[in-house]
């Protein structure tokens, strides 16, 4: 028998000894009844109906080589207005992440040098290069600008090399593409998106967000209003936590590859680290 608690998103387990309640974000098992307290990352969400949310049950994704710790998401936004669309979306897809007990970092644009401009120790490019090393995924939210994603949006991406030496910093991780506009619906970002990450040989979840006229989807507290938009970002931030589950603890072999294994690593970071 199962039931749930949704004020807490609580697993009902019946047992020979009687009722189990166990947190299924911080493993807390409680005995006889549900011990229902406020929950700050809930009460941050106030469009979500927890009724009709489901935590994901990891046991049915990881791998026996799961490193074990919660899912590390960067986001990328790419906006340096003072009232970012993009860094809203990519604030409130945070929110939802850390509800699924994410660990997640939101790298911020902003000083980033364009690139070629600096040299690659730049404090802002160690910072996104080092950023893209520790995630396991990542969420790139982009504005719509003349129909492409914007320039920022692609120098962070320009900045991350697809080889630091013999290590691949975006191979086999996840990721999730998100794009706002300031008209209709449209969708040339994301798919722009999409050809970056494969060619990043990132695992690219199949949902993905388009929100339309982004200026009237925030209230005055810089909020989502709740929408069918922001139920797609709900969905794809849960897709994409199932995905990076899924994947992280099979990656290197997922990735394996005969040409590369034929390859030492002085040849391959000789041959992408080419300079002209």
Request: glycine share 6%.
């Amino acid at each position: 028998m199962r039931g749930r608690c949704f004020c807490l998103g609580l697993l009902q387990l019946a047992t020979r000894r009687g009722r189990r309640y166990r947190c299924w974000q911080k493993g807390v098992a409680y005995k006889n009844k549900v011990e229902c307290v406020n929950n700050p990352i809930e009460q941050d969400l106030p469009n979500v109906d927890f009724s009709r949310m489901r935590p994901v049950i990891t046991e049915y994704l990881k791998s026996d080589d799961d490193p074990g710790h919660p899912p590390r998401i960067l986001l990328l936004y790419g906006s340096l207005r003072k009232r970012s669309f993009s860094k809203l979306v990519a604030l409130e897809a945070e929110r939802l992440l850390k509800w699924h007990g994410c660990e997640t970092r939101i790298f911020d644009p902003r000083d980033l040098p364009l690139p070629d401009a600096e040299e690659p120790d730049h404090p802002k490019v160690r910072e996104l290069r080092d950023l893209a090393s520790w995630s396991e995924g990542m969420i790139w939210v982009s504005p719509e600008r003349h129909g492409a994603m914007t320039g920022i949006m692609k120098a962070q991406i320009d900045w991350i090399p697809l080889s630091l030496g013999a290590v691949r910093p975006t191979q086999g991780k996840t990721l999730a593409v998100m794009q706002v506009s300031g008209g209709s619906q449209s969708f040339n970002a994301i798919n722009q998106m999409r050809v970056l990450g494969r060619w990043m040989r990132m695992v690219t979840i199949p949902n993905q967000s388009s929100v339309a006229k982004a200026f009237l989807e925030f209230d005055e507290n810089d909020r989502m209003k709740p929408s069918a938009y922001y139920n797609r970002i709900v969905d794809v931030v849960e897709e994409l936590v199932k995905f990076t589950w899924m994947v992280r603890g099979r990656s290197d072999y997922l990735v394996d590859r005969y040409s590369e294994r034929v390859e030492d690593a002085a040849q391959l970071s000789k041959r992408v680290n080419q300079r002209s």
